[in-house]
């Protein structure tokens, strides 16, 4: 570990995003253009500056990296991808801190682009999800031949599961919907801008119960990039640079199910009591939860919260429907959670929407919904990996 | 001509899970055990994913276990569920360990409770196939069993 010390050598140096839209009809192609144009803008950076790439989520409802290196005119010493799922938004930079600091490249824009209007078929749950009928499972617990189809109903799942184990419910959970809500009315970018309270929650459809519609994230186009370079040479550049000080990877086992915590019992994990010990990233980047700004997490679906909560620390299982009341989780708030309105309320970028809000956070530059004096935030998950930043 | 008019996504049948589905075929459940450490798994795998040994037996299950999670569907993602809105999805945990996602029959959406026991019912949806579904039993001591 000592020979190859990350904390701190590496930094975001430019955010940008494209429009964001329901129905935007734009190429993936055309939409990631926008995004690494505008971060490369907003780092003072040039085209030429450019030689890395990762995209997290390439087609066919984004467009792939070396699609991109041509399209685009990039010219490219190292990119890479993931496959489609928004579960890489971590990976993805914790490999680019390394890119830059192994000197296979200097600067390296970080993105998803989707455009699920562009789909023909429908992709999450239906007949084009390929993966959700894969041999052994989908990655959210699909299995199509008993109706178990699309990533809400894995983490239906999980809520099912927790609302029995720990005595909550949906009216509980409705608080964590209804904070992003309200960090998006003052979100300018946001899609979904007007608030709801807990009764409209209540009101809204089920999709897959216990969630409700106002549980689920939105779906819809747009493009979200930033760009990760070194610390030394992010000092060049035009604005503040926002150092990555604690990364976490990706854990599979077993005991690992993308929605919830070890011990939970789903899928096919163990049923044991889950203690948060004081995790990696937190012993890298040198604090402990309490020294935490704000938290933003992977929000495809409210309880996602919940989990990321208790996994990280910040309360203990079955305290989150607790801790998440009373304005705690918002702006103003103890922990602010996801400030942009997060996949439920501003976008679902994979959110690489919430990288660049952060980023956004952290500079100072966010308006109304500032967190005040905001110096570590931490990207953190429901599925176990998470980044901290900090200026 | 069952398969005509079964319109619901089948399972890709592999290498792996091959006596799986014939198991159920032939109304049994039968699941991987491990001949060295006893530990019986799902989704079948090539080795005993706890202990790695290569020696195991497809091996008779019981059918019976209790709902661990379940979900109601109100939204149909398949043509072929579409008449079927609101269907339920349980997890079921086997009294062998392992859990299986599965359909619930014979109870109504709003009485599946947590914990409640169950049992194997199969369902023959296409004359290859056969689906394990699950069924509240009443609870029997063991001692009797």
Known sequence: MANFDLKDRSAIVGVGNSAYGRRLMRSPIDLAADAIANALDDAGLARKDLDGLIVSFGSPIGADGDTLAQVLGLNLRSYNQTWAHGRFTASCIQWAAMIVNAGLADAVACLASVSFSGMRRPMMGGGGDREGSREAGGGHGEDPVYGMTSPGAGAAMVARRYFERYGTNSRALAAVPVAFRKHASMNPIAMMREPFDVEAHQRSRYVCEPLHLLDYCLINDGAACVIVTTAERARDCKKRPVLISGMQGLPGSREEFIWSYPGLGIAQQSVFDYKAELHPVYKMAGITPADVDALFTYDAFSILAWIALERWGFCKPGEAPDFTQGGRIEVGGELPMNTNGGLLSESHVMAWNHQVEIVRQLRGECGPRQVKDARIIQWANAYGDSLIYHV | ?145
């Open chain 2, 1 to 145: 001509m069952p398969e005509k008019q079964y319109q619901k996504p089948l399972p890709a049948i592999t290498s792996l899970n091959q006596p799986y589905w014939d198991g159920l075929r032939n109304r049994e459940l039968k699941l991987p055990k491990c001949d060295a450490c006893a530990t019986v798994w799902y989704p079948p795998a090539p080795l005993c994913p706890s202990c790695w040994s290569r020696k195991f037996t497809w091996t008779r299950l019981s059918g019976r276990g209790h709902v661990s999670s379940w979900v109601v569907f109100h939204q149909s993602y398949f043509r072929g569920f579409d008449g079927d809105v609101p269907y339920n999805v349980a997890e079921v945990e086997l009294e062998e360990g392992p859990r299986l996602l599965t359909n619930l029959v014979g109870v109504s959406n709003d009485a599946i409770r947590a914990q409640m026991p169950v049992e194997i019912v199969f369902d023959d949806v296409t004359e290859e196939v056969t689906l394990a579904k699950f069924k509240p039993r009443v609870a029997i001591p063991s001692t009797q069993n």
